[in-house]
């Protein structure tokens, strides 16, 4: 008789004790997404586009990511919505804002990690979802570089 194949129940237990491991708690997810969001919003090409869908509701915007990321990283099950009819409905993101998107990422775990793994723990997590968010989106995951706007602004 074999133990390898692990029931849901194991698989969500093993899941909270790495993330435990790793120090990433309820405190560390406000912090993260508290800090990541405000380099978003203060990023000349990325913030436009979350103001003008998000306008007056950060609050709520910010109370439904820490449950989202609450749930993938801790599987904390606090987050149902579906993100990508979501991002679907963005007319103005690009392929190249996800590039932004993921390097703040990153630097906001490079300055606020509670221990080195936690970086590759989230990035993983978010490059993964970011691929199939552009999958849905662009019918491509691949990366453009940023580059300037070709539209004529009015
Ligand atoms: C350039 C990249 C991205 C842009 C411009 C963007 C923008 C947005 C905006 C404007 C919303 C609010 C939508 C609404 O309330 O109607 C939103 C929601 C959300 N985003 Fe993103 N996003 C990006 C990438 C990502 C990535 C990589 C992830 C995950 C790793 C993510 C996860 C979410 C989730 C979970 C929501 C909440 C959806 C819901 O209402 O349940 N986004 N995003």
């Known amino acids: 008789m074999s133990n390898e194949v692990q029931t849901a129940d194991e698989r969500r237990k093993a899941i909270q004790v790495g993330a ?3 120090g990433i708690d309820d405190a560390y997810i406000s912090t ?5 969001y405000g380099k978003v919003r203060a990023h000349p ?10 306008g007056d509701n950060w609050d709520v915007h910010l109370t439904r990511m820490k449950d989202f990321w609450a749930s993938v ?5 606090r987050y149902s919505g579906k993100p990508v009819p979501k991002h679907k409905a963005l007319s103005r993101a690009q392929p190249w804002h996800f590039n ?6 990153h630097e906001t ?5 509670p221990a080195p793994g936690a970086v590759p723990y989230f990035m993983e ?16 995951a691949g990366l453009g570089a940023p580059k300037p706007q070709t539209e004529k602004s009015p």
């Not at 990283?73 to 099950?77: D, I, R, T, V």
């Not at 775990?109 to 990690?113: D, I, K, N």
């Open 100 to 105: 932004i998107w993921l390097a703040l990422f």
């Open 32 to 36: 993260l997404v508290d800090t990541f």
């Open 73 to 77: 990283a801790m599987n904390a099950g």
């Open 125 to 140: 997590r978010a490059e993964r979802i970011a691929e199939s968010l552009q999958l849905a989106m662009f019918g491509v």
């Open 109 to 113: 775990l490079e300055e606020t990690a």
């Open 45 to 54: 090409l990325l913030g436009p586009v979350f103001d003008e869908k998000i």
């Open 20 to 22: 435990d491991e790793l």
